[in-house]
């Protein structure tokens, strides 16, 4: 093969691959290794979907309404917003997707601009061939699942009980996925309708954050340059 020649990266030495596979971050990295040929994907096995910290559960032990037999944990997951732009469709239509990965394994595609699933399916391509499509990584962020340990009580009533006990509505972190085992790691969330409680790395329970406003509600939280920040 000559030196004006592509290279042929199907048939790179399988030890190699593997020693490139084996220091990769982060399994999105994985699986974008993976996604280059059939060859890489039938040799690298798919990663195993794992949460990046188990944080306690419940939030506030307090609440009236949470059943002492429910017993679990929060996993803490990363998730990904991507646009997909055709290369060869005229006129051609992006789309921006979230991806989350729940525990059971199963994909769920939401609206990276709102917390409801993609609106639209049914417009999407039966089949997605990925090389047809240029993608690329617009945003990370982090999502929290409550996991359930032992038999769950009472199942007839737990969506109730996810709204007013288990229910988190924004995640925001301190730090990426690879300083997570920092002791200075933080996670702080909104729940059940506006409450505000964060978690430090090595704690064994939430702290509440009481704010001097009594009764204030808060609807965002993201973090900056070293802060958090809510309103």
Known sequence: MDSTS?????????DLLFNIASILGTRIDLLSLRAVCNSWRSSL???PKTPLVKLPFPIDPNNPNLNPNRHGHFALSESFSYSLEPINRDPKRTWLIKIQESESGNVILKDPLARHPLAGLDRLPKVLN????????????????FVEQGKAPYPSI?????????????VAVSSSFDKIGDDGFVV????????????????????????ILEGYVYDSVAYSNGKFFCY
């Open 158 to 170: 737990f969506v109730n009980e996810m709204k007013s006990c288990i229910s988190i509505k924004q």
């Open 130 to 145: 990925l090389l047809d499509y240029r993608v690329k990584e617009i945003s990370k962020g982090y999502y929290v699942e």
């Open 45 to 47: 096995s798919l990663p």
């Open 6 to 14: 592509p290279p042929q990266w199907s048939s790179l030495p399988s």
């Open 188 to 211: 702080m969330v909104i729940y059940n309708g506006g409450k505000l409680a964060l978690w430090r790395m090595g704690d064994d329970k939430w702290s509440s954050v009481n704010d």
